[in-house]
Nanobody, 126 residues
């Protein structure tokens, strides 16, 4: 499974970006999809996750209320809408996928995901 992440860029604080994660030819029925990020000198951290078919979504406390994860089944694409961006959101953002329907407590763990996109850089200027 190849995940293609895109949509990163440079934005001013308070602005918005929408990241995309596409998997051409792949259906994700029953899968868990997620976004992680890694800032320079820091460990990769969980951002958001959800089941492809719907249901509950989970967000890191630092992005709750500002970021929204969604999907377009027709395009086999997952999105991360990021609003009210802050300089501390600057990082490389990675999409990840697991063929398992992960429970909430597992969704935050990078080791639970089998497939990763190449990452897209988000830079938020102050």
């Amino acid at each position: 499974v190849q995940l293609q992440a895109s949509g990163g860029g440079l934005v001013q604080a308070g602005g918005s970006l929408r990241l995309s994660c596409a998997a051409p030819g792949r259906t994700f029925s029953g899968w868990t999809l997620a976004w992680f990020r890694q800032a320079p000198g820091k460990e990769r951290e969980f951002v958001a996750a959800g089941r492809w078919g719907g249901g509950s979504t989970n967000y890191a406390d630092s992005v709750k209320g500002r970021f929204t994860i969604s999907r377009d089944s027709a395009k086999n694409t997952m999105y991360l809408q990021m609003n009210y961006l802050k300089p501390e959101d600057t990082a490389i953002y990675y999409c990840a996928a697991s063929p398992r329907g992960l429970i909430t407590s597992s969704r935050r763990l990078p080791q639970e995901y089998d497939y990763w996109g190449q990452g897209t850089l988000v830079t938020v200027s102050s």
